[in-house]
């Protein structure tokens, strides 16, 4: 049954104040036990317990690996239910660094300076690690967030590798290709700086671009195997630099792979070009993975500019599990899918997923999530006619929508034929170079080549109505790609489109299975799915989603359309996952009770959200119930979901927020004059449980 216990005594609370920001941050130096070496300063190494029951969820909010001379500051973000209240769910968070320990018992704002030098205010736990006098080396860190609720478990991060050293660097270097080349000082390449940085052993390097350059990383393999530093090799730049590939060179040859792990590309100097990028790689045997921060991502040929007239092949930009922090995105697709951090971000005209599987995704800003105009939309391309002397004639794709492989067959009376069509780069090869060879059936890539096969046959006309995308997505109208069987084409046209399927999701979960947050981002003019937690079985466990809110286009046409998009939970078992405080005025929660697999515990909340609706799909039984839906509120034509408590119905999102379609998410109307005890704070006087608020995602003051 649900532990849901709205109202209650908050007898976990503390006066948590805004205003803790402006002392100093807690120290903590490793034991003197500690001799340079990681883990030596412990007695006994943090464990995190196997988990049996729920767990706060907790996830840093810096990336590891930093190297400092004096202090560092660290954060992390944690949250945990406590019978029906994120408030006072962490009794508190225990930093353990080499031997020593150090309880922080209340959250904050913390302001730092991002890499662009602007000033950030990030809500979390914080602390300042120190190096002690006279000793450097490496050091891990632990963290342990202890819930306030006795019934769940402890959980411990880490370790996270940290490095306290004399200085910031082992070399300094720059690159000035108007300068002579000095081995170990300027190089004319931002690739042979990298280079030097692994030949050299460095832990950390630091690479300052000194003129405006372009430079093609696609191609600088260097070495042999896979180096990481311990540290990072930090390229920064005082002027402008791009990178970019010129062309598309085939899929192998757009790969940004240096061989080198934990690069660390700082500041807004530094520009990632896209157009002919298929990812910017990092070595899957080799922990390191890479730092974007501050940097931009473009791509100059548009958010839908075709790769081998399709999607590009590679899903994330940059390969394994990176960190980004403030970065500005432009025309990218699937942006930061699979991040180890996400923090304070921005998209503009993205599509795809921008997080999905994310483990701490907080403060970014999204403009325009959108598949839909330039893939998820019919693209007439080929029209097909047998005007032959058999009484039928039919055609049919078989295979998934735009797979590899897919085979098109033609059947007119006792005759049939295939050819197949698949999308990788062996087809395009093919096709380009070689153009249909009737001979041969495996060589379709293109439209044109399908239109050339069916033209072969006896009897057959195919006209090709657009060749620019591949053949591996045609389709009916209307069919989203999907295969087909035996339509007619007996003495009349029939017209195939391409379409891709792809829908976007600001968060989707995929692989993850524990510890996430998704916190205090906000989007607009998305087509979309925003929030969805389900995936194909699996698990889904101490997953936070509190204060995000969104917008999506409320479109009347088309794949997208607004009323039919929604954020699910759904296929999985879901264990203390939280849906707290988010506006979305123009999309639904769905509870889908009719997927094999939803089953939700007590431990997991859905309160004061402000949403278009909140509904069951199918009939919740029992194991449904068990979830605590409480005090939110949906639009005016709808009924509270079954197993609710404190539901508020009126309005919609013309009416509920002051301007909900440009981002201005101000409470109005229904939701304006409905205050809900609050389950979320940041810890801000007036904001306690005891007192009333809108509900919906509240202002980070």
Not at 231 to 238: E, V
Not at 361 to 369: A, H
């Amino acid at each position: 049954m649900s532990r849901l216990g709205i109202g209650q005594s908050c007898r976990h609370q503390r006066p948590h104040s805004v205003f803790q920001a402006a002392t100093a941050l807690p120290l903590i130096l490793p034991s003197e036990q500690w001799n340079g070496v990681p883990g030596t300063g412990f007695a006994s190494i943090p464990a995190d317990p196997v988990r049996t029951t729920a767990k706060p969820a907790v996830r840093l909010l810096v990336p590891p690996h930093q190297r400092f001379t004096d202090k560092l500051t660290v954060g992390v973000m944690a949250m945990a239910n406590d019978n029906g209240t994120l408030i006072g769910g962490i009794d508190r968070v225990r930093f353990h660094f080499e031997g020593r320990s150090l309880d922080v018992v209340a959250p904050r704002f913390h302001t730092i300076t991002d890499a662009n030098g602007v000033e950030r205010r990030y809500w979390g736990y914080w602390i300042n690690l120190a190096r002690p006098p006279g000793k450097s080396g490496e050091a891990n860190l632990y963290v342990e967030a202890i819930p306030a609720d006795a019934t769940m478990q402890r959980r411990v991060i880490g370790p996270y590798l940290f490095l306290p050293r004399t200085t910031f660097y082992d070399s300094e270097i720059t690159v000035d290709p108007d300068a002579p080349t000095v081995a170990g000082a300027n190089y004319a390449t931002v690739g042979a700086a990298i280079n030097f940085h692994r030949t050299n052993g460095d832990d950390s390097t630091l690479i300052t671009v000194m003129k405006p350059m372009t430079e093609d990383l696609a191609a600088t393999k260097t070495g042999s195997g896979v180096y990481s530093g311990k540290g990072y090799c930090t390229i920064t730049a005082k002027a402008p630099v791009v990178f970019a590939t010129p062309d598309f060179n085939g899929d192998v040859n757009s790969q940004f792979r240096t061989q080198i792990n934990r690069l660390h590309f700082k500041g807004r100097n530094i520009t990632f070009d896209t157009r002919y990028i298929g990812t910017i790689w990092s070595e899957p045997s080799a922990d390191g993975d890479h730092w974007l921060d501050g940097c931009r991502f473009v791509n100059s040929g548009g958010r839908y500019t075709l790769w081998r007239a399709g999607p590009r092949t590679y899903g994330n930009p940059v390969a394994g599990s990176p960190y980004f922090t403030e970065c500005e995105m432009v025309a990218q697709s699937d942006a930061c899918i699979s991040a180890r951090l996400v923090r304070g971000c921005s998209l503009a005209q993205g599509f795809r997923d921008f997080a999905s599987d994310g483990q701490c995704v907080v403060g970014n800003t999204i403009d325009g999530l959108d598949s839909t105009d330039g893939w998820l939309v019919d693209f007439p391309s080929l029209s097909v006619t047998y005007s032959g002397t058999q009484a039928t004639a039919t055609l049919g794709i078989a295979g998934p929508a735009d797979g590899n492989s897919r085979t098109v067959t033609a059947k007119w009376g006792a005759n049939n034929a295939t050819f197949a069509i698949g999308r990788t780069e062996t087809f395009y090869t093919i096709a380009t170079a070689s153009g249909y060879n009737p001979a041969t059936a495996a060589q379709g890539y293109f439209v044109k080549d399908v239109a050339d096969w069916l033209n072969s046959l006896p009897d057959w006309s195919a006209s090709v109505l657009d060749n620019s995308r591949r053949a591996s997505a045609l389709a009916l109208p209307d069919g989203k790609g999907a295969p087909f069987t035996d339509r007619n084409v007996k003495n009349v046209a029939l017209q195939l489109v391409t379409c891709f399927d792809f829908h976007g999701d600001f968060y989707q979960r995929i692989a993850l299975t524990e510890n996430s947050i998704i916190a205090f981002n906000s989007g607009t003019g998305i087509r979309g799915q925003n929030i969805f937690l389900a995936a194909n079985g699996g698990l889904c466990r101490d997953f936070v989603v509190v204060g995000n809110a969104f917008t999506n286009v409320p479109s009347s046409s088309g794949y997208a359309v607004w009323t039919q998009v929604s954020s699910q939970f759904a296929g999985t078992t879901h264990s203390h996952v939280v849906f707290a405080h988010n506006s979305m005025p123009t999309q639904r929660l769905m509870l889908r009770a009719d997927s094999t697999g939803y089953d939700p515990d007590g431990y997991c909340l859905i309160a004061n959200n402000a949403l278009h609706n909140i509904n069951w799909v199918g009939t919740p039984t029992g194991k449904h119930l068990d979830v605590g839906i409480a005090n939110n509120v949906i639009d005016g034509n709808f009924l509270a979901p079954v197993g609710s408590t404190g539901t508020v119905i009126g309005g919609d999102y013309t009416t509920k927020f002051a301007d909900s379609l440009a981002g201005n998410f101000t409470p109005a109307g229904t939701l304006a004059i409905n205050p809900l005890p609050p389950v979320w704070s940041f810890g801000l006087p007036g904001l306690m449980a005891s007192s009333l608020s809108p509900a919906g995602a509240l202002p980070q003051l």
